[in-house]
């Protein structure tokens, strides 16, 4: 493609092997079929979040007047951890990003006047009453409609949140999972997300189930350590450069990294994060995703039952080792 509004050098360089997500327009049907099939589409012309097209942060500062929820990181990787597991975890736990409520304008003048060694930002806070009357309205403005039709005829669960992204340029989400199933809409700037199917679980190694890193890879895509995570030489995902109007359907249990490019400025995105339908009919073989979630289901029955997560993997390798594999 030659029209792209980017350059190869605002993408951080990976040792991975990327494939392109297909884009296509709403109304082909093809769009459906990657849907209920789960497989990653990026689509073009829905207008789902149209009506937030004049978000930008001097529109957003003056609309929104509450504190809300601004990740700090000491680096430009903003690696989740969820609070809860920090106490049960026996390993000790250091995070490297802290989570604080600020007002929108302080959040704006921390990142017009950002200086290199300074902690980046990643503003990520739920759309609920709090984010005040304006913006409610452009929410309720959003292609519902369109949506809807994907959650009904997809037999999905009831939409659990909208998220508001602001990111400065170059900022990390690094590589994890989540268990919903995500239309993440571009509003302003462009975020390269990288996937890959939860069939890769192999080769990206995610923290274990009681740690507070659940769902997010180990390995360190900047510099992989291959002698403890060997298979992720052999990683294989798929990419795209998300643009303003566009939207990625993130199926349920697929690995996700997202960076917002270097030099890009700062970026805008939305996501809408539906619950997973009714199991119904169990089909044999299992779909990968579905044997992800049984996996999480034993270390959790293990780690409760045990009542020490240091004895988990021992017991899960005395289980293995010699028995289903020399
Ligand atoms: C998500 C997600 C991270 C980001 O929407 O599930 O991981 O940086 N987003 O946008
Ligand atoms: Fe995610």
Request: proline share 5%; aromatic share 14%.
């Amino acid at each position: 493609m030659s029209s792209n509004h980017y350059s190869e050098n605002q993408l951080r360089k990976y040792s991975l092997k990327l494939d392109k997500i297909p884009k296509l327009n709403y109304n082909d049907p093809k769009v459906d079929e990657y849907i209920s099939s789960n497989e990653p589409v990026v689509i073009q012309g829905c207008d789902l979040v149209a009506s937030a097209n004049s978000w930008d942060l001097d529109y957003l500062k003056r609309k929104m007047m509450g504190k809300y929820t601004v990740i700090l990181s000491q680096n430009h990787k903003f690696k989740y951890h969820d609070e809860k597991k920090i106490q049960s975890c026996k390993t000790d736990f250091k995070p490297t990003t802290r989570r604080v409520q600020m007002k929108f304008s302080e959040f704006v003048d921390k990142i017009k006047n950002w200086k290199k060694n300074d902690e980046r930002l990643y503003l990520q806070q739920v759309l609920d009453n709090s984010v005040g009357i304006s913006i409610v309205q452009d929410f309720v403005k959003f292609n519902w409609n369109w949506i809807t039709e994907k959650q009904i005829k997809n037999n999905w669960g009831s939409l659990t949140s909208n998220l508001l992204l602001v990111s400065m340029e170059g900022n990390v989400t690094p590589c994890h999972y989540d268990e919903q199933q995500n239309f993440y809409a571009q509003v302003k700037g462009y975020k390269r997300i990288i996937l890959f199917r939860p069939s890769q679980f192999k080769c990206l190694y995610p923290h274990p189930v009681y740690h507070p890193y659940d769902r997010q890879s180990q390995v360190d895509f900047e510099k992989p350590d291959y002698n403890r995570f060997p298979n992720f030489k052999d990683a294989c995902g798929f990419e795209t450069v998300l643009e303003p109007g566009e939207v990625l359907y993130i199926p349920m249990y697929w690995f996700h990294h997202v960076e917002s490019l270097l030099r890009g400025g700062y970026t805008i995105s939305i996501n809408f994060w539906y619950k997973a339908g009714p199991t119904g009919q169990i089909v044999y073989p299992l779909k990968d995703y579905q044997k992800v979630a049984i996996m999480r289901n034993v270390e959790k029955m293990l780690n409760d039952a045990l009542r020490d997560s240091t004895e988990v993997g021992t017991l899960l390798k005395t289980i293995v080792d010699g028995r289903y594999f020399e």
